[in-house]
């Protein structure tokens, strides 16, 4: 049964899942990713995120809001009518507020074997580290930084 989903990711990491979601027919209702950021040399080139090139290319609504701890982030969260919410890197916290917006809940993939590595660039800190291995969850999102009941996870050698 296709779902109505609302995607948050800004990674390259984030592309296949968006992907996957909207080739297995899964209606995205809406795409959030962070703002483009000036790159180049002098800063001058303005460089969309991965995600919000694939919104673009699906033709799928889209926002960058700064933050998402405002009564209007929770209310245009609500507004949306998806079922559940799917995150990949995507560079922000999700209050309570915006958790409590998706009646299935709001699920995370993350690049790690939680608890170790918890926040950004978990496999490049995986890798200096030294581990020997790592590996991708899923869980369900809580309030607080990757926490949450595990719902997948799967092992990775380094």
Same mark, same amino acid.
Do not use: F, Y
């Given at each position: 049964m296709p779902l109505?989903?609302?995607f948050m990711g800004t990674a390259d990491f984030a592309?296949?899942?968006?992907?996957?979601?909207v080739g297995r027919g899964h209606e995205v209702v809406a795409v959030y990713t962070r703002a483009p950021k000036p790159a180049g040399? $002098?800063?001058?080139d303005i460089t969309p995120s991965p995600i919000e $090139?694939?919104?673009l290319r699906f033709a799928l609504p889209l926002l960058t809001p700064a933050t998402l701890r405002t009564a209007e +982030? +929770?209310?245009? +969260?609500?507004?949306h009518g998806a079922d559940v919410a799917i995150v990949v890197a995507y560079g922000l916290v999700l209050p309570k507020p915006m958790l409590e917006a998706f009646p299935l809940g709001a699920f995370n993939l993350h690049a790690s074997l939680l608890p170790?590595?918890?926040?950004? +660039?978990?496999?490049?800190?995986?890798?200096m580290a030294g581990?020997?291995?790592?590996?991708?969850?899923?869980?369900?999102m809580e309030e607080g930084l990757d926490s949450g009941p595990i719902a997948l996870a799967e092992r990775v050698p380094i």
């Open positions: 109505r989903i609302v592309v296949p899942t968006l992907v996957g979601l040399r $002098r800063g001058l $090139r694939e919104a +982030a +929770a209310n245009t +969260a609500h507004g170790r590595w918890r926040g950004a +660039a978990p496999i490049n800190r995986a890798i581990d020997s291995e790592t590996g991708v969850m899923v869980m369900k």
